[in-house]
């Protein structure tokens, strides 16, 4: 992906680092506002019809509507989704994982206006007539864009970089994170098959960052814990000599000794002496210092 390669070069130092930790305190915040005062999360719901009215905050603030009612479930979530999010940063990088969390947002922002301007001129009749019905199409479109597809992108994510990871569903049942992705894919292509015209568009487009990472990415294998760990082993084989090769990283400069004669033998420089002379644990506080002068 040669663009988010030149994006990365360009924009990477206003990276936000540990986003996952803000989309979890934005969760935990929508739902002290829902036991608090419910009315509230009105004001802050993805509705096309009000942001084109001047609430422009809604661009934003739809992160906080609450993905959950109950307490512990909403532990869990955040437990849960903080350990992906983090893992997932530190694989890709906190550019990348940022682009692919504001991505799956900015689609779904997307998704939201072209859906109500779908239904806007469906029911261009009715509207013009009955004007608060606009109102009441956009509150009805924003319900069907919400966090929940934002996490389930991560969720399937992850699930993709770590494929054979097992994890304790709520506590208890050990699985691993394909079975998971399965069937969470089949849960949601049941979803869109069922859904109208409305629900297709509003599922599409909050999950077209996952497609768009994952289905047209070639580069998708550099990233995968395979070959991030071959890199790592490669890297660590060519720091070390070749065996047979004669080269050693170590000498004592008195008995001549390196670590291919013992592989047990430690070496240590000596402070005291002038130059860069290195002895074996035999000959370190017993060699004759070396003075230039």
């Not at 893992?87 to 969390?101: A, P, Q, S």
């Not at 319900?143 to 770590?162: D, P």
């Not at 089949?186 to 509003?202: D, P």
Request: proline letters at 4%; a positive charge; glycine letters at 6%.
């Amino acid at each position: 992906m040669n663009w988010l390669n030149k994006l990365e070069r360009k924009f990477g130092r206003f990276a936000i680092p540990n986003l996952i930790i803000w989309l979890i305190g934005a969760y935990t915040i929508g739902f002290v506002i829902q036991m608090i005062s419910p009315s509230i999360l009105y004001y802050l719901a993805l509705s096309p019809y009000h942001i084109l009215h001047g609430q422009i905050w809604r661009l934003v603030t739809w992160i906080f509507m609450p993905t959950e009612s109950n307490i512990i479930f909403l532990l869990i979530m955040a437990m849960f989704y903080y350990q992906l999010g983090m893992t997932l940063e530190r694989t890709w990088g906190t550019f990348r994982f940022n682009v692919y969390i504001f991505g799956g947002m900015i689609f779904s922002v997307i998704g939201a206006f072209l859906l109500y301007g779908i239904r806007y001129a469906v029911d261009f009749q009715v509207i013009s007539r009955y004007p608060e019905m606009a109102q009441i199409i956009s509150y009805d479109v924003a319900s069907g864009f919400s966090t929940n597809y934002i996490n389930m992108s991560i969720f399937l994510a992850f699930a993709v970089m770590y494929p054979n990871m097992q994890v304790l569903l709520y506590f208890i049942i050990p699985i691993k994170m394909k079975w998971m992705a399965i069937v969470y894919a089949v849960l949601i292509g049941y979803e869109f098959f069922v859904s109208g015209w409305s629900g297709k568009v509003a599922i599409f487009m909050s999950l077209l960052n996952f497609i768009i990472f994952f289905l047209s990415t070639r580069n998708l294998n550099r990233y995968t814990p395979h070959e991030i760990h071959r890199r790592h082993q490669f890297k660590s084989q060519m720091k070390e000599p070749r065996p047979g090769s004669g080269i050693t990283k170590h000498k004592c400069a008195v008995c001549g000794r390196t670590e291919l004669d013992d592989p047990t033998l430690e070496f240590r420089f000596c402070s005291k002496c002038e130059g860069n002379y290195e002895y074996c644990q035999d000959h370190l506080f017993t060699h004759q210092h070396i003075r230039r002068s």
